[in-house]
Nanobody, 119 residues
């Protein structure tokens, strides 16, 4: 497994932007597809965005399409989530996760970073 540490969360006004980062340990980062998930209080954890191991393919939840961008820098072992036009409903703990190529489930998780969007 790979160890993941998120950063970049915080408090922002509606309409603002934040950039989350996820630093991964090890030298096999490019063997993992990556994803961002979020969990709001009292709700289940939802998938926000995914990116393939080399970054050539991305996917987004309908609720964030056109506002969020997932990217990765394999040379820096880092995953990013650029969040623009933030809304109060984006408030949640955001987690990055890793899924090794050939494995069906995300099985490595970070500790999460809080994003709070005020209205």
């Amino acid at each position: 497994q790979v160890q993941l540490v998120e950063s970049g969360g915080g408090l922002v006004q509606a309409g603002g932007s934040l950039r989350l980062s996820c630093a991964a340990s090890g030298r096999t980062f490019n063997m993992y597809a990556m994803g961002w998930f979020r969990q709001a209080p009292g709700k289940e954890r939802d998938l926000v965005a995914t990116i393939s191991s080399r970054g050539g393919s991305t996917g987004y939840a309908d609720s964030v399409k056109g506002r969020f961008t997932i990217s990765r820098d394999n040379a820096k072992n880092t995953l990013y989530l650029q969040m623009n036009s933030l809304k109060p409903e984006d408030t949640a703990v955001y987690y990055c996760a890793a899924r090794k190529i050939g494995v069906s489930d995300f099985d490595s998780w970070g500790q999460g970073t809080q994003v709070t969007v005020s209205s």
